[in-house]
């Protein structure tokens, strides 16, 4: 499975974007799917996830309330709403397919398949 995000890129404090992950060689249905993101100097981190088949959803605290993650298995995509973005919120965004456990929903290396990256970078 190859994974594609788009939608990243330069918006200023407060505004909104709306990140998208396409897969192709294979579909995402049967896999759990996340986001996860890594500012420089920093680790990466994970910021959200989403069942099989979108019923649960998981957050991280710092984006909760202000980012909603969602998938069309129909499209075999994945799908990032960012609003009141932060400074905070400037990384390179990666989703991610994986069957981890409630437990490893956060660890990256229970994920099989990568996106390449997109850059989101928020202004003051």
């Known amino acids: 499975v190859q994974l594609q995000a788009s939608g990243g890129g330069l918006v200023q404090a407060g505004g909104s974007l709306r990140l998208s992950c396409v897969a192709s060689g294979g579909t995402l249905s049967s896999y759990s799917l996340a986001w996860f993101r890594q500012a420089p100097g920093k680790e990466r981190e994970w910021v959200a996830g989403i069942r099989t088949s979108g019923g649960y959803t998981y957050y991280a605290d710092s984006v909760k309330g202000r980012f909603t993650i969602s998938r069309n298995n129909a499209k075999n995509s994945l799908y990032l709403q960012m609003n009141s973005l932060k400074v905070d919120d400037t990384a390179v965004y990666y989703c991610?397919?994986?069957?981890?456990?409630?437990?490893?929903?956060?660890?990256?290396?229970?994920?099989?398949?990568w996106g390449q990256g997109t850059q989101v970078t928020v202004s003051s």
């Open positions: 991610a397919a994986g069957r981890p456990i409630l437990s490893e929903l956060r660890r990256s290396s229970a994920y099989y398949y």
